[in-house]
């Protein structure tokens, strides 16, 4: 549709200016066994920190920060209304220059963890978005979030940056879980983790197609609060 995402040397890295606290959680191996030592290896220390801290029962880990670009096409727009079926997973709207916060928190149960992002808008509530990342499933991850739908994914590790990359969809109804043809998938989903120095890192999501290119690209930078671990 003829957008490019900016690289990750055109993010405006001045931005946000945020105290950084590492967090007191447990260590956690997840992550890193997923990606195996040589990949693991070859990601930023910060990254590695932010991905090997297993939040501790009852805590939270915060990270605030801004919107700081965010495209899409007509058919994107699309999509992301259609998605609002399934819990509003994909941002509603193009609003930049807005404020972002994500938090993080673990859950038990699943063997996982919930993210919540909230993205604020130039008018009426900010937009919530839920899902919970668990090590399950044929790929070892998966991501749910909501009214069934999730999303099998793979680790791969670029330019120093951590991706998050659709290998299928699927539903899950009653127990039972039904991968999606590719013809009803609505393209390849890739979240990136770009560490930036000075304790910030851009969040990068990408929704492409095959024959449509790319429909939603929205980059967020981000900065762990302060009171980063809330008890």
């Given amino acids: 549709m003829g957008m490019e995402p900016r690289r990750s040397e055109e993010l405006p890295l001045h931005r946000p200016r945020m105290r950084r606290q590492g967090g007191s959680g447990i260590g956690d191996l997840r992550f890193r066994a997923l ?5 693991w290896g070859r990601l930023p220390e910060p990254t590695r920190a932010r991905f090997g801290k297993r939040v501790d029962h009852c805590r939270s880990v915060v990270y605030a920060g801004e919107i700081v670009q965010c495209r899409m096409s007509c058919l994107g727009w699309a999509i992301a209304q259609l998605a609002r079926l399934f819990g509003s997973p994909l941002p509603l709207g193009r609003d930049e220059n807005v404020p972002a916060v994500v938090s993080v ?6 063997n996982g963890q919930f993210w919540t992002r909230i993205y604020g808008r130039r008018r009426g509530f900010p ?3 839920h899902s919970s990342k668990r090590f399950c499933g044929p790929t070892g991850l998966e991501e749910y979030v909501g009214g069934g739908l999730g999303v099998a994914l793979r680790l791969e590790v670029e330019d120093g940056a951590l991706h998050f ?8 109804c009653l127990g039972r879980r039904l991968a999606l043809p590719h013809w009803l998938q609505p393209g ?9 120095g000075r304790g910030r890192f851009a969040f990068v999501l990408e929704l492409a197609h ?3 290119g790319l ?8 900065a762990e609060t302060a009171h980063g671990d809330q008890g």
Avoid: K, N
Avoid at 35 to 39: N, R
Avoid at 165 to 172: I, M
Avoid at 188 to 196: A, P, Q, T
Avoid at 215 to 222: H, K, N, P, R, S
């Fill in 210 to 212: 095959p024959r449509f």
């Fill in 105 to 110: 928190t673990e859950d038990p149960a699943a």
């Fill in 165 to 172: 990359v659709t290998d299928h969809y699927f539903l899950s």
């Fill in 127 to 129: 937009q919530v978005i």
């Fill in 188 to 196: 390849r989903l890739r979240v990136s983790h770009i560490d930036c």
């Fill in 215 to 222: 429909m939603i690209g929205q980059t967020a930078l981000f």
């Fill in 35 to 39: 990606l195996g030592e040589p990949a």
